[in-house]
Every structure is written in C-alpha cells, then in structure tokens.
C-alpha cells in the first residue's frame, strides 16, 4: 500500500531518501531548501480549487475561490450544475474554467468519475480517469494527486517553477519542457511528489533572493 504524504514525518522520510539517491536534492538540502507539506482538503472542492488557481496569480486565484465559495454552499456537483453561466462568470471565472467545472461536475454526479474513490486506485488510474475530463490536462490531475490526495509520487512535469527551478538546480542551458522533466524525475521515485515540493521550494528561495514575488 502507497504511503501517502499526511504528515511532515513522511515528507521527512521521502527527503531523506531523495538526499541519498540524488547529489542535487542533498545540496539543496543542505543550502536550508524545505519542501512543504501544503495539503488541501480531496474530493470536488479541492478539485475546484485547483481549476480556479489555474494560469493566475495566487491573489487572484483567492479572491475568485472566496467569490466562488460564496455562491457554492455546500461545495459540491449537483449545487455547481443549479448555478447559471451568469453566476460563475460574476464569482472571476472564466468561460474557459466555467465549462471545466461544468464538466467536471457532469463527470463526478453521472458516476463516471468517481473523485471519492481516487485516492483508492493506483496514481496512473487515477490520473488517466481524471484527464479524461474535458478540461483537467495533466498538470491538473497530477496537482490534485499530489496535494490532495497526497501521492508521493505524482510529478507536474509540466510546471513552469518545477521546470525552471531544475534548470537552475541543475545547471541546465535551457528550461526543461515536461517531456525532459519527466525523463530526470525517474532517478526520485517513488517520491517524485517530494522532488517537487523540493523544487517549488528552491524555486521560492531563488525568487525571494531576486525581489520578485514567488
């Protein structure tokens, strides 16, 4: 059974194995790089969560979820199906991100994704189950796993921080693209998940030296 990352003792322990395995990973452990744990709760608000976070800034991305949130009580399926294109465009969303959460909500209430029992399977069924949603690209789905679902090994290749931190820790000539990433993330399983966190941490660290928000 996979060990889930629930706790900062599980981070700890996929660090350490990463540190062992990866001379990278154990310099930048060494130079005060710390992974956070950051879950958020699974199932469709979660889900939702990660939708509206898309492509915009983390302000922007709260604002819209409070917004949201307002509007979405409780937070579930069948109640994002009884609000109107009109609703959703007023809470920021948008036409984009409202036909995602429309499919999505389709998807869970006819049965044919069953988010509840996810965290059950294995990380390549859960992630070919989610995708096959209109809207949820793989970056979404492997999001979810990792934060959500807490799969140590779910890996965002596709990741603008994931891909330029390893082309800083690295030493890369240019940003690796996911296909690249996900080449160089095989030396981290079975905790890819960590790798990434380590990555989004350096990522942070690099940008808080430059004076750029992170």
């Known amino acids: ?3 889930l990352l629930e706790t900062d003792a599980v981070l700890k322990r996929g660090l350490g194995e990463l540190v062992r395995a990866d001379p990278v990973m154990a ?3 060494a130079s005060g790089v710390t992974p956070l744990l950051r879950k ?3 199932g469709f608000e979660g889900l939702a969560w990660i939708v509206v976070g898309q492509q915009v800034s983390t302000a922007s991305a709260a604002a819209i979820w409070t917004r949201l949130r307002q509007i979405l009580e409780p937070p579930g399926p069948d109640v994002l199906l009884r609000l109107s294109d009109e609703d959703l465009r007023a809470a920021g969303l948008s036409a984009g ?3 995602t959460l429309r499919a999505l909500a389709t998807e869970i209430v006819a049965g044919r994704l ?3 029992g996810l965290q059950n399977r294995p990380a390549g069924e859960a992630h070919d189950l989610l995708t096959r949603v209109k809207g949820i690209g793989p970056w979404t789905a492997d999001v979810y796993l990792l934060f959500c679902l807490g799969h140590p090994d779910a890996f965002p290749s596709g990741d603008l921080a994931v891909q330029e931190a390893a082309r800083l820790a690295y030493g890369l000539e ?3 693209d996911a296909r690249t990433l996900t080449a160089l993330a ?3 399983r079975p905790w890819r998940g960590v790798a990434a966190k380590m990555l989004w941490a350096y990522y942070r660290m690099v940008k808080s030296r430059e004076g750029a928000p992170a």
């Open 40 to 42: 958020r709760p699974p």
């Open 1 to 3: 059974m996979t060990t």
């Open 97 to 99: 991100k409202v036909r």
């Open 174 to 176: 240019a940003r690796p």
């Open 114 to 116: 069953p988010l509840d």
């Open 27 to 29: 310099k930048l452990a």
């Open 186 to 188: 095989e030396r981290w």
